[in-house]
């Protein structure tokens, strides 16, 4: 935990580039336009020192710490920091004693808890009643959706604002004042700063990492030291795209694959695939989403899909990556360009909702198993048809659904794939089914 005024901490002999180029005023923050350009209310709020508690909700290294020491420092108030990943109650009963000692001296305190979402419930709990007496002005930090990862206690006594990622234009306007302020003696070829910035991937502090890294790993011929496009490709295997196996970049871009298969686009389905493997994500993890898709959104329009996939399921787990990620890539093609029908996932959807609504009905008699002579005698198995004996293998009026419940139509068949010939088929038995209704015995 760590308190006190915005800047007033001695800086270290050796401090990180990111650290030195930490913004002093709104004025210098890199991007966020749409909270605190001219006459955004949250720049009205910090500029004025009119506190409220606030959630900061964005991905990493786009100036959420920095932001909530901008609102202590812009109202004259304590700060004080406490980390969700390092902290317990006891940190946030201290940090509530200093918050009451300062209002004793008529000073207000921004409370800041980076990471909000590692927090318990009764953590999370703990901030409520300070925040409702006003002890402090709450000020929580999150990469995490908050609808999922926030109390709903506490987020309904918060206001949220989204961060967006920084803009390739402003990530470059930061790194060439970061080389104008700390490096004036280096030189930069036209290009560097733009691969830079797409390296950095919207990450601030990303960025000017990778800056400073640059500078340490470029050659130097005399007094002069150039970054060069060149020196891209070294600093490059420092970074990889954003991705987290729990969070939100996670959930974005199994949904961006999903919906590019079923949208049938094979190439958009395998950028989002090769995005999530270069991440990190574990390619098992993606066959069985592949192999939930050959259900949900291919069904029997094309059967071979489910079978295909979990082939290339088996040949992933045999092999191992990356050896058998390209199975996956065969899957993920396939399932693309496939052709798409969701009848049995909707008709599914249908039958358990009849089915949880309907309640325990009996099977009829005439569908029971007959084992026994007492079975038989109560009637087990009278009247059943069965089907191979009829003609063209159908026994036409025959029930199957309880007594006294309708017969329902669950699964409508698509005209495409495999299921136009299916859907003939239906259209076929159902009309024989009319044609005899009272003919055959149930």
Known sequence: MTEGDLFEVVRPAHEPLASRMRPQSLEQLVGQNHLLGPGKPLRHAIESGKLHSFLLWGPPGVGKTTLARMVARYSDALFIQVSAVFSGI???????????????RQRATVLFVDEIHRFNKSQQDAFLPHIEDGTVFFVGATTENPSFEINNALLSRLRVYKLEPVTGAELRGLLKRALADCYPEIEVDA???????????????????????????????GSICRLQQDLLHEVASATSPRFDKRGDAFFDQISALHKAIRGSDPDAALYWLARMLIAGCDPLYVGRRCIRIASEDIGLADPRALHLVIDAVSALERLGSPEGELALAQAVTYLACAAKSNAVYRAFDSAMEAARSTGSLDVPLHLRNAPTRLMREQGHGK???????????????????PDGLAPMVFYEPTERGLEQHISDKLTHWRALNQKSEGKVPS
Do not use: T, W
């Open 191 to 221: 290009d560097f700063l733009s691969g830079l910035s797409r390296l950095a991937d919207g990450d601030v502090r990303q960025g000017l990492n990778l800056l400073e890294m640059s500078v340490s790993l470029a050659p130097r011929e």
């Open 90 to 104: 006891k940190d946030i009963r201290e940090a509530v004693d200093q918050a009451r000692a300062a209002s004793a």
């Open 383 to 401: 009247g059943y048809h069965y089907a191979h004996d009829a003609e063209d293998g159908f026994s036409a009026g025959q029930q199957y659904f």
